[in-house]
């Protein structure tokens, strides 16, 4: 979550060397005023990782418009009988709920953290350990200026 004029670079490289393997990468972005963020993500498959299942998703939410995300989603497959899928989306706080939370009396900076913490929670909620993921949201309610319940 870069804010102001910070810069955030992510680079993932994850290699299934074995018949059967799986992974599901998720990873999303938040960038607000002149933030900028680079997403660089690369699965390998081995010749020998058959059967292999590999998804890699990069979301990104871009609250201003000076914020921006260059973002490169890779997959480089030497086997022939896997499943894989890739893909990158980079978009803004949807204008219909953002006017739905408005419509109901919630001001637009309550509004924009509401808006921001659905988005990021998709991470965190799947956080198995305890301690880490109750961390996580405290920082991400600090972040956005919002009472931790």
């Given amino acids: 979550m870069p804010k102001g004029r910070q810069h ?7 290699h ?16 607000d005023d ?39 989603p890779q997959l480089e497959i030497f086997a022939d009988d896997v499943k894989c899928t890739h893909g990158a989306t980079i978009g803004r706080l949807e204008e219909k709920g953002m006017f739905y ?5 919630i001001g637009y900076d309550e509004a924009r953290s509401i808006m921001t913490l659905a988005f ?4 965190v909620s799947r956080i198995r350990h305890t301690a880490l993921r109750k961390r ?4 991400l309610h600090e972040r956005l200026n919002m009472k931790f319940e």
């Avoid at 990021?120 to 991470?123: F, G, V």
């Avoid at 996580?136 to 920082?139: H, P, V």
Wanted: charged residues 25%; positive net charge.
């Fill in 8 to 14: 955030t670079d992510n680079r993932t490289i994850i």
């Fill in 120 to 123: 990021a929670e998709d991470i």
């Fill in 136 to 139: 996580l949201d405290t920082m």
């Fill in 34 to 72: 002149h933030a900028t963020a680079v997403f660089n993500g690369k699965i390998f498959i081995h010749p020998d990782a058959q059967k292999t299942d590999a998804k890699q998703s990069n979301n990104n939410l871009l609250l201003s418009k000076d914020a921006t995300i260059n973002t490169k």
């Fill in 101 to 105: 939370l408005r419509s109901r009396g």
């Fill in 16 to 31: 299934h060397a074995k018949p059967h393997c799986n992974s599901h990468e998720l990873y999303k972005g938040i960038m």
